[in-house]
């Protein structure tokens, strides 16, 4: 029997059953205890920093082994024209198989904590909490458990990671934060599970900025204003375009281009700001094309990509892992990358790069 | 004809178990092409997939027609169960043994059948979109992206942009399930 039409009999039978909803999300609970040592570690102040430290726990490589599969952390430059940032994916395999993967892009530039996940412990499977964050985030906490950072060839310069493995049944408490609010009739305390925190290395905490709220029509305070354009329009005549001259075989798709391009404060070295991107479909496979300009002094030589080597034959190519959004072929040209990223071939990436031109991206900052 | 039943209808409690069914079978085949590029396993698929109605089951009272199509609410169910079982190592089913759904063994015959739902292709369905349709789905339903960025990126207004990802969503249903 077709298993879909299995899987729709029993969620037929099951909404008959009329359960659905029947009970609460699962949630954090705080135990009299856990709110009672909050209270203290808050009320203790710097000292619970130190403490914090004191029973920090080493992180876990960014790849290794969890329970049978392996899991494998990667970050590779966002290429959205407009935006700066990157790509944070997790990648599952089991015998060597892909089993699948998740990911996100974007965030708030100077954040000391640019991505992270924190799940709820598993009673007999083992899960992972990871956090990526900038140099000067010391220590992660994940609930109650402190794992300090570590740097990684794998990471850009300038950035570290968390991993914790947690072994099935023995995961971080969810801790917990006294809130007091006032109101009329006096004050309100009430407490919350925590969420994954920076800690400096003092163990102090680093406050993250609540994402801005966007109304309609704005945009986030980094993003840089681009132009969209499809086929069977041309590109725009602006300096970042990417143009092909119709190799037969990648096709455009959509593009976006940056009419100027703004230095973005407090990002670190190697941070990018893409000023240009095109889709292209090449039998179905689709590549992204984009140019890539130094974030915090577009013009400046922009820096290497995590793990990048030369491609044999190709001089000035380089090539690069870019986990989940596939490899990552980029070569330099005055004061930018330009780059293509997908999950095709080698010999695809090459030359889609060798194919694409670019007006004059430098005189985007002149 | 008359126009099918919307799918806030069908989720909300007038809809009832037949409700649900219609929008299982609605939805289901949108669900494994979703879920089909993340894995090549017949059975992590059935599993995603059933994780993800299970949950849709228990929560329909919250799936709001204001923050877009329902195919895109399941869209998003499914990312976070593929997010979960990628942490985890494997799929979660707090939400079908909640629901007291039993595990759905697939021998050859079933795993052929669930291989023959997944070739059902994703990304051929989405490059039959109209270019303005197919980056707005891609923007917002697979990468997440508010409707806000969007707009700004594209230089349209936000209820363009709403627009486009709903015809291209009933678009690629139709192309995945096979209708005209």
């Known amino acids: ?11 037929f039978e099951a909404a008959l059953r ?45 790849f290794g082994a969890l329970g049978p599969s392996r899991y494998e952390i990667d970050m590779s430059p966002y290429l959205n024209a407009g935006e700066t940032g990157w790509c944070v994916g997790v990648i599952s395999t089991e015998q060597g198989r892909f089993r699948g993967w998740s990911e996100g892009c974007g965030g708030a530039p ?9 799940s709820a412990p598993e009673a007999h499977h083992a899960t992972l909490n990871w956090a990526i964050t900038t140099a000067a985030v010391g220590a992660v906490r994940f609930g109650d458990h402190v794992v300090r950072t570590r740097s990684e060839a794998r990471l850009p310069k300038g950035f570290r990671a968390a991993v914790e493995i947690v072994a099935p049944g023995h995961g971080p408490g969810p801790g917990l934060v006294r809130e007091v609010t006032r109101t009329r009739g006096g004050v309100e305390v009430r407490t919350r599970p925590r969420p994954v925190e920076a800690l400096n290395a003092r163990g102090q905490l680093i406050h993250q900025r609540t994402p801005e709220k966007l109304t309609p029509g704005s945009a986030p305070w980094w993003f840089q204003k681009t132009v969209y354009w499809a086929p069977p329009q041309p590109p725009p005549q602006l ?93 330099r040209m005055n004061g ?11 010999a695809q990436r090459l030359a889609l790069l060798h194919e694409i031109t670019v007006l004059s991206p430098a005189s985007l900052w002149r | 004809m008359s126009d099918p039943m919307p799918d806030r209808d069908l989720l909300g409690s007038d809809g009832g178990a037949a409700g649900f069914r219609i929008f299982y079978e609605r939805h289901v085949h949108a669900v494994v092409a979703y879920v ?28 709001d027609p204001s923050r877009g199509p329902a195919i895109a609410w399941l869209f998003g169910i499914a990312r976070n169960e593929i997010a979960g079982a990628a942490r985890r190592g494997r799929v979660a089913d707090e ?70 990802v709903s015809r291209g969503l009933a678009s690629l249903r139709q192309s995945l399930q096979g209708g005209e």
């Open chain 1, 239 to 331: 300096p970042c375009s990417i143009h092909t001259s119709g190799l037969p075989g990648p096709e455009p798709q959509w593009g976006n281009v940056a009419t100027a391009v703004r230095a973005i404060p407090g990002v670190p070295d190697s941070a990018f700001i893409s000023c240009a991107d095109t889709e292209f479909y090449w039998s179905h496979t689709p590549l992204e094309a984009a140019v890539l300009l130094d974030a915090a002094r577009p013009g400046s030589e922009p820096a290497a990509f995590p793990q990048m080597n030369p491609v044999a034959g190709q001089p000035g190519v380089f090539d690069a892992p870019g986990g989940v959004q596939g490899h990552l072929t980029g070569r």
């Open chain 1, 336 to 346: 930018a990358w330009l780059v293509v990223q997908g999950a095709g071939s080698l």
């Open chain 1, 18 to 62: 009329n359960r659905a909803a029947a009970r609460p999300r699962r949630r954090w609970r705080g135990s009299r205890p856990l709110v009672a040592l909050a209270a203290v570690l808050l009320l203790a102040g710097g000292a619970a920093g130190a403490a914090a430290l004191l029973n920090s726990r080493p992180s876990a490589p960014l």
């Open chain 1, 1 to 11: 029997m077709d298993p879909l039409q299995t899987l729709g009999d029993q969620l």
């Open chain 1, 110 to 118: 100077g954040a000391p904590i640019i991505a992270e996940s924190f």
């Open chain 2, 95 to 164: 939400y079908r043994r909640r629901l007291g759904l039993s595990a759905i063994e697939l021998d050859d015959a079933a795993a052929e059948a669930m291989e023959r739902h997944m070739r059902l292709d994703l990304e051929e369905a989405l490059a039959a979109l109209p270019a303005e349709q197919r980056e707005a789905v891609i923007r917002r339903v697979l990468a997440e992206e508010p409707y806000a960025v969007i707009a700004a990126r594209v230089g349209c207004s936000e209820q363009v942009i709403r627009k486009r």
């Open chain 2, 36 to 63: 089909a590029r993340r894995t090549d396993r017949p059975d992590l698929a059935l599993d995603l997939a059933a994780e993800t109605f299970a949950r849709a089951l228990e929560h329909r009272g919250q799936y």
